[in-house]
């Protein structure tokens, strides 16, 4: 008989609600399958069925309409296959610290999207002049502070961005029905901006001719640096996981690999440097870009001749200029963390 190797599995954060984070060093793979998806709740999860599922759409529209699932499949479809990563990925490593879920690296995943532009159905309800921003509200609700009644998780877009042609609402993940913790039947998908603007579950959109004003949009989602005044969490920043080696692992002298991902909100990947001396050495390692929005590989071969301890840094510079700074921008809820990536080995 034969004892089988152990799979790599979700690493749980949080139970209820359920927030759970990819084991990303251990991925081969450039989409993450469902069991490995990372999950991200605000909430305990809605229970829902497509069976009349509608979706309304209304507010500063001239013709307010419900879609039925069916609907929407009459539509154009579009698939996009995007990173989606969580504000709060690698808040653990903010110093000093900050509250709220102590996420490693793992709060991303990848995954290919398959739906409705938002735009096809705007197009269809039209929008009045005065429509400034689009709301989209959300199936769980639960307590928050400051609420004496339950409240949904919601949140808006500006105008412009729900009208990319790549926002879209997504019915399938990977070409399967999406998967009921992951939105099921119906999620926004909003390539290139941190995962908070990707609704799950989505009820209704509204279009308001003001800001909205939400709890997840004025509270919760906004960077509270220590001398700047407060902005909004938007797009994703630059940023970059080592794969392998493992942090703080003991390797043997000769030839090793080290490899990860790097990925952007704002342009593709077009560089990745190593240094294998604590940054004062920086290479350019083997690039294999990605799609549009989705993440990029990189590799570096290392001869490792000399025993001792090193400190490896990894930088990743994207097709807007910019690269991962030295130091991340610390902010009171701990958003947005993309400080020069870094492990420490030991040869032996
Ligand atoms: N309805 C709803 N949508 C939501 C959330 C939520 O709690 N409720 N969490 C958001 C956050 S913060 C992230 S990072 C992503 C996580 O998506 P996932 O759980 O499918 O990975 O969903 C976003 N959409
Ligand atoms: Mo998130």
Redesign the pocket.
Known sequence: MQIRQGNPHLITRSLSPENQETPIQFLSNTVTPEKL???????RYPLLSDDNFFLSVFGSVTRPYHFSIRDLFNFPAQTIETV?E??GNKRSKFEPKVAGEQWEDG?I?QGIWRGVPLRLILEQTGLSERAKEVVFE?H?KGKHPGYPQPIR?ARSLPLAKALHPDTIIAYELNRMPIPG???YPLRLIVPNW???A????LKTIRVIDTKFQGPFQTDDYVYYPKDQKPFPVTAVKVNSTIQKPLNLAILEKGTHEIKGVAWSGSGEITKVQVSLDSGVNWTDSTLTKGSRYSWSSWRHEWKAEQEGEYKIKVRAVDSAGFVQPDKAMWNKKGYGYNQISEINIKIK
């Open positions: 998806f990372y999950r991200r709740n605000h909430f989606l969580c504000a709060a995943s959300a769980d998780y913790k992951h939105g941190y995962g908070m990707s609704v799950k579950w």
